[in-house]
């Protein structure tokens, strides 16, 4: 099978999955568990077709270019360690898809369920494949984006929703600090490469900026493992949904800052600085999550702990800067994975049988589930690393590492031992509480429900876990064995240590500690009988050491106090104030970088003022003065002298020979004078008043002030456009651009070439911004509508009665529909003809002024001109097409015309031209640009029209925005196009 077949699948399936269980119907349960496991089945079948590669020692690679100018491809990268955890991440996910379809209730939402865990299952495969550090990073926030979705599933309840906030808080802040490390670390190599980077470990190690890079990534790594100070997240991730909890802390979330600690380890370890800061996390988290697991009254909370101990012991692994440490690291992953997911899904049956997880309801459920029981007691045996389980191998060969550390510290030569020693027996505690609490003891009472074994096929993945527990427990070498062997050797190259996956070892120190530990786990467990019945929740020595309270501590002084006293000192709810900043940053910015760049007057001598252009300009400056002096008396003439400034532009444009920027400064003025006369009827009156009187010199003062920034801005760049202009055509970028716009970008309209090639990714990113703003106003306006008592608002169009009572000049029998109806006839008859120029200026885009953005504001202007006249409703009424959806076409049509370069083997938004031989009309040129700019035409339009429509039916002048109706919002939500 193709190398970029099994790649490219592995990443896109999942994600295809899921856009597909999103838009099933809200209940078919059925056909979204089907769907998840074809797509979780598929993608363990393409795992397994790359596997002869990776045993013999070889990666499977697949880049397709991105942007090769900034060393940034998309790249897949399967190596054996990859495999490993690409393996865990489709075959436990395939279990948990199968468990899921029988725990998830008919009354949830399923398929969103099933959508929110294969795009998770897709963003957790792209971290494990991922051939480029950058790359890496995304899928990494990716995983916390869609983690946050899953624990968050039942949004009805307060404790889903605290702990997805929570979740997300702390691993997207680790991901920002794992990104920034990312760049440091490019920056010391010289590539984000992952196998450039796995090369240059003498490079990094030495480099002066080896331990910020250090520091910051191992903060992304530790925040997302849950290690120490970072562990209390993971127990608040318990009220997400079981199947969710077992699949998060077997294979997936919590191993990604694990996965990331082993694939560096080669290039980043073997430090003091490593030693110290990832075995202490380590050390601490192993201890810390151990002991407080065994004091938990929740099943669940009990087990959360657990991994957090279990990912504490695998951190520490590899924090001994050993490579038998870092093979029982990678041994531990695959034990763990095994027995906890296994146990999550045991918990998950008893919740689903019983109806509770708390352990002081629970007891005797051996009688009335024995299947059940055995399974637990067998995975739970596996935990406590019991002998003749896989859990007791990588345990044994914890604790030889443990003895052979190489410090130069003594102290921690005799810590080690002990510290790994206490933790199992903590472990074999608590392990043995879950077990007779929950499976012992009398039949218990009071029950939700009456307890029962579940369906077989729920309990078929926990029995699939629990033979794997035991196979491996008995036969390492013949079941896991090749599989360790060839991550290890992927993970470590050449330096991969010999080591033993026998069962016996004979008497050795290590087996003597795995006996202590076993006896003084079950000592420990006895003893604590009296206080584990009495105790509330957690353990009674570290209550006032809560992570969650210290959280949200720090979020309420974050969010509240500190917050707040910016906000008191720096903000304000003004608008003026927040413009007067952004244009002071902006000057303050563009005066660095002036200051120590440098710009002065070119070669080129300027030749003299037109003198029609210079008495244009006067008529330009008259109207910014006249709009500035007037706003203060006359809102309406302010903003029609505000027109006549960017009139001026326009023309000023044409003069220098720019038709295109002409032409779209002409229509921009159209559309947003329009849009601010909407928005300029509903300002309140000016009341003149003593104190509006006393506050004129206040005012005068703010204007001079205001004067002067603008001075300070409109000179500065007139500064820099003089220096650009002055400067010799070899000294121009457009000479670049001019050169290479037909020959390489299919068009002879420069500037155009510019916005859907050249500089494509530029106009992708602003077409998104433009649709975001598009989405903020509707969402701010679309709870509102006008005051029915008013006569000034669009939909009086439609009260005929008491429009007719407003006019001034009614005369008897007059009517709107009389009034209106010759401007209301040619404006319809106008629609057809101003469309037609749209799709005239959108066609001839590429080789003559005109694009997509100016036809979709030209279309923009047929709609808002039917507005004017027919009214809101008449319009609205008659929209085939909402305008959420052409945006989102138009996003899928730019961002699509982009990928469909990676199919050809060229790099993202690579444009493609040639001619095609038409019958009569000959050689015709044709652009993949066009398709682009067909997505533009169709976001302008759509985000214009939204924005239309969010002001129509804002508040009515003078009057309090009244919240619309029931049926008003629902009217306004099917024209937006928002289902």
């Known amino acids: 099978m193709p190398d970029a077949l099994i790649l490219l699948s592995s990443i896109a399936l999942p994600f295809l999955g899921a856009i597909v269980a999103g838009l099933l119907p809200t209940h078919a349960r059925n056909a979204a568990a089907w769907l998840a496991g074809a797509i979780a089945l598929s993608m363990l079948a393409f795992v397994w077709a790359a596997?002869?590669?990776?045993?013999?020692?070889?990666?499977?690679?697949?880049?397709?270019?991105?942007?090769?100018?900034?060393?940034?491809?998309?790249?897949?990268?399967?190596?054996?360690?990859?495999?490993?955890?690409?393996?865990?991440?489709?075959?436990?996910?395939?279990?948990?898809?199968?468990?899921?379809?029988?725990?998830?209730?008919?009354?949830?939402?399923?398929?969103?369920?099933?959508?929110?865990?294969?795009?998770?299952?897709?963003?957790?495969?792209?971290?494990?494949?991922?051939?480029?550090?950058?790359?890496?990073?995304?899928?990494?926030?990716?995983?916390?984006?869609?983690?946050?979705?899953?624990?968050?599933?039942?949004?009805?309840?307060?404790?889903?929703?605290?702990?997805?906030?929570?979740?997300?808080?702390?691993?997207?802040?680790?991901?920002?600090?794992?990104?920034?490390?990312?760049?440091?670390?490019?920056?010391?190599?010289?590539?984000?490469?992952?196998?450039?980077?796995?090369?240059?470990?003498?490079?990094i190690r030495?480099?002066?900026?080896?331990?910020?890079?250090?520091?910051?990534?191992?903060?992304?790594?530790?925040?997302?493992?849950?290690?120490?100070?970072?562990?209390?997240?993971?127990?608040?991730?318990?009220?997400?949904?079981?199947?969710?909890?077992?699949?998060?802390?077997?294979?997936?979330?919590?191993?990604?800052?694990?996965?990331?600690?082993?694939?560096?380890?080669?290039?980043?370890?073997?430090?003091?600085?490593?030693?110290?800061?990832?075995?202490?996390?380590?050390?601490?988290?192993?201890?810390?999550?151990?002991?407080?697991?065994?004091?938990?009254?929740?099943?669940?909370?009990?087990?959360a702990y657990s991994t957090i101990s279990h990912l504490g012991l695998i951190t520490l692994l590899l924090g001994l800067n050993s490579e038998l440490a870092m093979v029982a690291a990678i041994f531990h992953i695959l034990n763990h994975a095994t027995f906890k997911a296994s146990l999550f899904m045991a918990v998950g049956i008893i919740d689903h049988e019983t109806g509770t997880r708390d352990i002081r309801r629970l007891s005797g459920l051996n009688r009335s589930m024995p299947f059940t029981a055995r399974l637990a007691l067998v995975a739970a045996a596996a935990m406590a690393g019991v002998p003749l389980l896989n859990g007791f191998l990588s345990k044994e060969m914890f604790f030889a590492e443990a003895l052979s550390a190489q410090t130069s510290q003594l102290f921690l030569l005799q810590i080690l031992p002990l510290a790994a020693t206490a933790a199992s027996?903590?472990?074999?505690?608590?392990?043995?509480?879950?077990?007779?609490?929950?499976?012992?003891?009398p039949d218990p009472t009071d029950l939700p429900r009456t307890p029962h074994e579940p369906p077989a096929w729920m309990r078929f993945p926990v029995e699939i876990l629990v033979l794997a527990c035991i196979i491996v427990g008995i036969l390492p070498a013949a079941t896991v064995g090749p599989f360790l062997d060839m991550a290890a050797h992927a993970a470590l190259g050449a330096a991969t240590p010999d080591?033993?996956?026998?069962?016996?070892?004979?008497?050795?120190?290590?087996?003597?500690?795995?006996?202590?530990?076993?006896?003084?786990?079950?000592?420990?467990?006895?003893?604590?009988?009296?206080?584990?019945?009495?105790?509330?929740?957690?353990?009674?020595?570290?209550?006032?050491?809560?992570?969650?309270?210290?959280?949200?501590?720090?979020?309420?002084?974050?969010?509240?106090?500190l917050a707040r006293t910016l906000e008191r000192l720096l903000g304000t709810r003004r608008l003026q104030p927040q413009l007067r900043l952004l244009v002071c940053v902006a000057i303050l910015a563009g005066a660095i970088a002036v200051q120590v760049r440098g710009l002065g007057p070119g070669n080129v001598m300027p030749s003299g003022i037109d003198p029609v252009l210079a008495l244009v300009w006067v008529g330009g400056a008259a109207c910014a003065f006249g709009a500035a002096w007037l706003a203060k008396f006359h809102r309406l003439a302010a903003l029609i002298l505000l027109g006549g400034t960017g009139l001026v532009t326009c023309v000023t444009f044409v003069w220098f020979s720019a038709p295109d920027l002409a032409l779209t400064q002409l229509l921009v003025e159209v559309v947003t004078t329009i849009l601010l006369l909407l928005g300029l009827r509903w300002l309140p009156k000016r009341i003149d008043n003593p104190?509006?009187?006393?506050?004129?010199?206040?005012?005068?003062?703010?204007?001079?002030?205001?004067?002067?920034?603008?001075?300070?801005?409109?000179?500065?760049?007139?500064?820099?456009?003089?220096?650009?202009?002055?400067?010799?055509?070899?000294?121009?970028?457009?000479?670049?651009?001019?050169?290479?716009?037909?020959?390489?970008?299919?068009?002879?309209?420069?500037?155009?070439?510019?916005?859907?090639?050249?500089?494509?990714?530029?106009?992708?990113?602003?077409?998104?911004?433009?649709?975001?703003?598009?989405?903020?106003?509707?969402?701010?306006?679309?709870?509102?509508?006008p005051a029915p008592d008013s006569v000034e608002i669009p939909e009086q169009q439609r009260d005929q009665s008491a429009y007719d009572e407003a006019r001034p000049d009614r005369s008897e029998g007059d009517t709107v529909a009389d009034w209106l109806l010759v401007p209301s006839v040619l404006t319809r008859l106008l629609f057809p003809v101003i469309i037609l120029v749209a799709a005239y200026l959108l066609l001839r885009g590429h080789d003559q002024p005109g694009g997509g953005f100016v036809a979709?504001?030209?279309?923009?202007?047929?709609?808002?001109?039917?507005?004017?006249?027919?009214?809101?409703?008449?319009?609205?009424?008659?929209?085939?097409?909402?305008?959420?959806?052409?945006?989102?076409?138009?996003?899928?049509?730019?961002?699509?015309?982009?990928?469909?370069?990676?199919?050809?083997?060229?790099?993202?938004?690579?444009?493609?031209?040639?001619?095609?031989?038409?019958?009569?009309?000959?050689?015709?040129?044709?652009a993949s640009a066009l398709v682009f700019d067909i997505g533009v035409f169709a976001l302008v339009v759509g985000a214009t029209v939204l924005i239309l429509i969010a002001l129509a039916h804002q508040s009515v002048r003078g009057q309090r925005a009244v919240p619309r109706s029931s049926e008003g919002r629902a009217a306004a939500t099917r024209v937006a196009g928002d289902d």
């Not at 699949?247 to 430090?271: D, I």
């Not at 505690?429 to 003891?441: D, E």
């Not at 009187?693 to 456009?721: H, K, N, W």
């Not at 990928?899 to 690579?910: I, N, S, V």
Request: hydrophobic share 55%.
């Open 51 to 203: 596997y002869p590669t990776v045993a013999d020692g070889g990666v499977v690679r697949h880049a397709i270019p991105w942007m090769p100018a900034l060393g940034l491809d998309f790249s897949l990268r399967m190596d054996g360690f990859a495999w490993l955890f690409a393996g865990l991440v489709s075959g436990v996910g395939a279990l948990v898809v199968l468990y899921a379809r029988y725990y998830m209730s008919a009354e949830d939402p399923v398929p969103r369920f099933f959508a929110f865990l294969l795009a998770f299952m897709g963003a957790m495969t792209g971290v494990v494949l991922s051939g480029n550090l950058v790359q890496l990073a995304f899928f990494w926030e990716l995983t916390s984006l869609f983690s946050f979705l899953l624990i968050g599933y039942w949004h009805h309840t307060a404790a889903a929703r605290e702990g997805a906030r929570m979740a997300l808080t702390v691993t997207a802040t680790g991901g920002l600090c794992l990104f920034a490390g990312v760049l440091v670390l490019g920056h010391i190599v010289g590539s984000y490469d992952l196998d450039v980077v796995l090369a240059s470990g003498e490079r």
């Open 206 to 303: 030495s480099h002066a900026l080896y331990l910020p890079a250090l520091i910051l990534i191992l903060l992304g790594a530790l925040t997302k493992s849950a290690q120490f100070p970072f562990h209390f997240w993971l127990p608040q991730a318990m009220a997400a949904p079981t199947p969710v909890s077992a699949y998060l802390h077997s294979a997936t979330l919590v191993k990604a800052g694990v996965f990331l600690m082993a694939r560096l380890w080669p290039v980043m370890a073997g430090t003091e600085a490593w030693f110290w800061i990832v075995g202490t996390a380590g050390v601490a988290t192993l201890l810390l999550g151990a002991y407080v697991a065994i004091f938990q009254l929740d099943l669940k909370g009990l087990l």
């Open 425 to 441: 027996a903590f472990s074999v505690a608590y392990s043995l509480r879950f077990i007779h609490g929950a499976f012992f003891g």
């Open 499 to 561: 080591y033993s996956l026998a069962v016996w070892h004979g008497f050795s120190l290590p087996l003597l500690m795995s006996f202590i530990a076993l006896t003084a786990g079950v000592a420990l467990y006895i003893g604590l009988q009296k206080q584990l019945r009495s105790a509330p929740d957690g353990p009674p020595m570290l209550r006032s050491f809560d992570g969650r309270r210290m959280f949200e501590r720090a979020m309420v002084f974050l969010s509240w106090r």
């Open 691 to 785: 104190a509006t009187r006393q506050a004129e010199v206040v005012t005068l003062t703010r204007r001079l002030r205001d004067l002067t920034i603008a001075i300070s801005a409109g000179a500065g760049m007139a500064g820099l456009a003089y220096g650009v202009m002055t400067r010799s055509p070899p000294e121009l970028l457009a000479q670049h651009f001019l050169a290479r716009a037909y020959t390489e970008g299919g068009g002879t309209n420069v500037v155009n070439v510019i916005l859907v090639d050249f500089r494509g990714f530029d106009t992708l990113g602003e077409i998104t911004v433009l649709a975001a703003v598009a989405l903020v106003a509707y969402a701010l306006l679309r709870r509102f509508r």
């Open 856 to 926: 979709g504001l030209t279309a923009s202007i047929a709609i808002i001109l039917q507005y004017m006249i027919g009214g809101t409703h008449w319009v609205e009424d008659r929209l085939r097409v909402p305008p959420l959806r052409w945006m989102g076409v138009g996003l899928l049509l730019a961002a699509g015309t982009g990928l469909a370069a990676w199919f050809f083997g060229r790099p993202f938004m690579t444009s493609y031209f040639s001619y095609l031989g038409l019958p009569l009309l000959g050689e015709v040129p044709t």
